[in-house]
C-alpha cells in the first residue's frame, strides 16, 4: 500500500479489521485502490439468499471524486443496468469548493435580505438589479461547469458508506430512479412478479 493516500490506508486497514456485516471488501494484490467486494442479498428484501460480486475502484480525485463501482454479478433490479451500473446518488459527480462557497454566499445573500443595502440607490431595500447580478453570475458558474447542486458525492463519506448504502439499495429498490427502465416499469405494476423473476 505504499504511495497511497493516507486516508485510503486507513479506509481500508478498518474495512478489513472491523467489517460491514453481510460485506466482504478486499483490496486487489496489485491494486490497492482497486476491492473485491461480495454482498450478501439482505435479509427480508428480495435479494435474501444471494451473493452479489461487485468491483470498487478508487479515482485519483479520491475523496474529491466518488469511487467507481459496479455489478459483476447478473442481478434483476430497477437501479442497476445490464452492465451493472449502479444508479445511486452517493456515486455521482465530484465535490467542488466553488460549489460550497458559492451556496454559502447564496446563504448570506438570503440572511441579508431584509438590511441590503443597495449600491446603486443606496437605501436598505432589495434592488432589482442586484438580485438579477447574482443569479446572473450564479447562472454563469453553473453553465460553466464548476457548480452543479445535484451532485451528492461528499469527501465525507467513504467507502464503508457506499458499501451501506448498495448494500441499503438491494433491501429497498427505487423504481422511481431507474437505471433499468423495463426492470423498473415491471416492479411498479407487478412487484411480486419482478422480485420472482430476479430470483
Not at 454566499?105 to 438589479?129: A, D, H, M, Q
Not at 447574482?134 to 467513504?158: E, N, R, Y
Request: charged share 20%; hydrophobic share 40%; proline share 8%.
Amino acid at each position: 500500500m505504499a504511495g497511497l493516500p493516507r486516508r485510503i490506508i486507513k479506509e481500508t486497514q478498518r474495512l478489513l479489521a472491523e467489517p460491514v456485516p453481510g460485506i466482504k471488501a478486499e483490496p486487489d494484490e496489485s491494486n490497492a485502490r482497486y476491492f473485491h467486494v461480495v454482498i450478501a442479498g439482505p435479509q427480508d428484501s428480495p435479494f435474501e439468499g444471494g451473493t452479489f460480486k461487485l468491483e470498487l475502484f478508487l479515482p485519483e480525485e479520491y475523496p474529491m471524486a466518488a469511487p467507481k463501482v459496479r455489478f459483476m454479478t447478473k442481478i434483476y433490479h430497477p437501479n442497476v443496468d445490464k452492465l451493472g451500473r449502479i444508479c445511486l446518488d452517493i456515486l455521482k459527480g465530484k465535490c467542488y469548493l466553488y460549489q460550497h462557497m458559492l451556496l454559502l454566499s447564496f446563504l448570506l445573500f438570503l440572511l441579508s435580505i431584509p438590511c441590503l443595502e443597495c449600491k446603486y440607490t443606496k437605501t436598505r431595500e432589495v434592488c432589482g438589479r442586484e438580485v438579477k447580478q447574482f443569479w446572473a453570475c450564479f447562472f454563469m458558474l453553473h453553465h460553466t461547469g464548476p457548480v452543479a447542486f445535484i451532485d451528492k458525492w461528499s469527501p465525507a463519506l467513504q467507502i464503508r458508506t457506499v458499501l451501506l448504502s448498495i448494500q441499503a439499495l438491494l433491501s429497498a429498490p427505487n423504481p422511481d430512479d431507474p437505471l433499468a427502465n423495463d426492470v423498473a416499469e415491471q416492479w411498479k405494476t407487478n412487484e411480486a412478479q419482478a422480485i420472482e423473476t430476479g430470483i
